[in-house]
């Protein structure tokens, strides 16, 4: 056996102890991770008056069989004989959040590194070529347990008919009045889709256990072609020079670059990420303490959605050295011990 030979077996013998010494959880719900803000978000995007009709018609007008149509014709379908490596971290990814039937990952040619899920009644995963030259192999553990994440949490629905409302958007540019419906509509689904972000980070972390190589592909999103070249201390230091903006000018442009992106910037990601891996309620998750899907309510309550959202946002702002943060949590506060005094005053029966 060669020295080559022996350091390739024994690199494979090490991926395989370390993938057998990962937890996996079985019947996990995705309440287990999701953050409160994207199960909020969620909540007031199905409250807009009439985006249900609009939903349901863009969704039902055709199944994801043209997606997937697309894909099988421009693509690669991972499976053993192609990709075989993604292949192996497809099946592993969907055994550790317990996932059944395994959903199919396509590789792209882009060399924008990006990866998406697609689907209403088969959710698929589509990764692109310039975010498997980007990562190794932990990064694309993550990645693409960020996206079965996205299954796991029923994401694909929202996230296929948003792609759909945006090749509809172009089409209705000559429109004034239809271009503006679907913007809002777009504008809705954008917002919400930038808080699932948050949760299938966390759902990432969880399949690949390993809040360094986490990291380092928020590093990489963010421009590191070459992580060794890219201190992390440093790159976390980036995301509290963002929280800390002194002037409110600076909140209103933060404000300004985020409304249009589908993603949350990569030092907020990353930030939020690492804060989670530090905590117990993932430290819980791992250890088995975490609810189950048999225990899911067949509805979500949406007082309890947007409570929990609200608490988020309040504990965030908390932390937040952003003026314009503190202004709102400030001027919140205010609000909301006004409206509780009123109501003590004129409804305290509860009625």
Same mark, same amino acid.
Request: aromatic letters at 6%.
């Given at each position: ?7 390739? #077996? ?32 969620? *909540? ?30 421009? *693509? ?21 959040? &317990? ?5 199919? #990952?396509?590789?792209?040619? %882009? ?41 796991? @949490? ?11 409302? $945006?090749? =509809?958007?172009? @089409?209705?540019?000559? $429109? ?24 299938? &980070?966390?759902? !990432? ?20 072609? &070459? ?19 002194? &002037?409110?000018?600076?909140?209103? =442009? ?11 910037? *990569? #030092? ?31 509805? @979500? ?6 409570? %929990? ?24 506060? #205010? =609000?909301?011990?006004?409206? !509780? ?7 305290? %029966?509860?009625?």
């Amino acid at each position: 056996m060669t020295p080559a030979t022996r350091g390739s #077996v024994e690199g494979m013998s090490e991926e395989i102890e370390r993938s057998s010494s990962r937890v996996r959880f079985p019947g996990i719900s995705p309440r287990a991770y999701e953050h409160p803000a994207d199960r909020g978000a969620l *909540a007031v995007l199905r409250a807009v008056p009439g985006i249900g009709p609009v939903l349901q018609a863009v969704a039902g007008a055709f199944t994801e069989r043209g997606e997937r149509l697309l894909y099988v014709a421009s *693509a690669i379908r991972v499976g053993p004989r192609q990709y075989p490596m993604i292949d192996g971290l497809r099946k592993e990814a969907a055994a550790a959040l &317990d996932l059944d039937p395994v959903p199919e #990952v396509f590789i792209e040619r %882009n060399p924008d590194p990006q990866a998406l899920t697609l689907g209403i009644d088969k959710p698929f995963i589509v990764l692109t070529t310039g975010l498997v030259e980007l990562l190794d192999t932990e990064g694309l553990r993550f990645a693409i347990g960020h996206e079965m994440g996205h299954v796991l @949490s029923g994401h694909a629905l929202y996230r296929t008919i948003l792609f759909r409302l $945006m090749q =509809l958007q172009n @089409s209705l540019g000559w $429109m004034p009045a239809g271009y503006w419906a679907v913007r809002a509509v777009i504008a809705a689904l954008t917002e919400w889709y930038r808080k699932t972000e948050l949760s299938c &980070d966390r759902a !990432g972390l969880l399949v690949g256990q390993d809040p360094a190589a986490a990291l380092r592909v928020h590093v990489a999103m963010a421009g590191g072609m &070459d992580v060794s070249q890219v201190d992390t201390a440093e790159f976390l230091k980036q995301a509290k020079e963002y929280e800390q903006v002194e &002037d409110v000018r600076d909140s209103v =442009l933060k404000l300004a670059n985020t409304w249009r992106r589908t993603h949350p910037m *990569a #030092v907020v990601r990353a930030a939020e990420l690492q804060r989670w891996a530090a905590g117990e309620e993932y430290r819980g998750i791992l250890t088995g303490t975490y609810p189950r899907r048999e225990d899911d309510r067949p509805t @979500s309550s949406f007082t309890e959605d947007i409570k %929990n959202a609200a608490r988020s946002y309040k504990e965030s702002a908390a932390r937040s050295e952003d003026p314009l943060v503190k202004v709102l949590n400030e001027v919140g506060d #205010v =609000l909301v011990g006004a409206a !509780g005094k009123v109501r003590s005053k004129f409804g305290g %029966n509860g009625e």
